[in-house]
Each structure stands twice: as structure tokens, then as C-alpha cells.
């Protein structure tokens, strides 16, 4: 079964992950790529092909995901930010691939450049900001995945 927009016997969060993105087979869910082909096993990305920018708003291009997480790269030009936010019950993670980003974790703030990480535990709030004068590229990972029930 393939879940569309008006699909049924389809979470909600499986409606919102594009259709490209998803695929149920019986009862297992497959991990998606960056390419939209559905894979089962592990793969290999380089992430500096997966890079895409925007002047109105943050750009965040998904990697991978599978049941248990999800991977994107987001992309931040000078001045943009990802609002400080929470989720519940599961922990993010940012690296910093290019550029200098500034983090919101709860009540700390910290600026990093490549190379840095900055995590929130479930339930913390947290964000990222691009102050400086380049592109930002982070990597960025979630778990649990809230795109799968």
C-alpha cells in the first residue's frame, strides 16, 4: 500500500511526509534517500550534493530517514534562522558542516563553527541562527522520528 494525501489507513504524520518520501508494505516501513528510492539497508551520501539555498527562508533537504530518525541538511543564509521550538519527547542534533551558526539549547546560547555540535534533550527548547556574513550548513538528526507514528 502506498499512502497519497487522501489515503486511508494512513497516519496523519505519514500523510505529511511527501509521497516521495514514504512507502508501506504490509506493516514495514522502508527507509527513504535523498533520491526517493527505497532502501532497506545502509547507504552512503555526500552531503555537499544535497545543498540548496533560498533567500526567503531556511532550506532543510532531508538525507535519509527511516522509522527511528531522520537526517537533513539545513541550509541558512546570512540573517536567516530556524525558530527556537521544542519537541516532545525526542533529542536533535546539530553539526556544523560550513559556515558559523549560533544555537539556542534552553536557556544557553552558543556560537559554533565547522566541526561543533549542539544537542537539546526531549522537551528542551532549541534553534539555530545564521549571524554571520556566509551560508550555514548544518547536519542535522532527529530520534525518535516524528514522521512516523
Known sequence: MRCGPAATGCSRAERRVPVSRRCVQGTQIRA?????RYTSRMGFLDTSAFRRFAADKMQKVN????????CDVYCLEPGQAQKVHAHSGATKFYYVIEGEGTFS?????????????????????????????????????MAPNPNFP
Not at 63 to 70: A, G, K, N, W
Not at 111 to 135: C, F, I, K, M, Y
Request: without cysteine; negative net charge.
Open 32 to 36: 527513504t534517500s535523498s533520491s526517493g
Open 63 to 70: 538525507l535519509f530517514e527511516t522509522p527511528q530518525m531522520f
Open 105 to 141: 539549547i534552553g536557556d544557553a546560547t552558543a556560537t559554533l563553527g565547522p566541526g561543533g555540535v549542539a544537542w537539546s534533550a526531549p522537551d528542551e527548547a532549541h534553534g539555530v541562527e545564521n549571524r554571520g556574513n556566509v551560508q550555514l550548513v548544518v547536519l542535522v538528526s
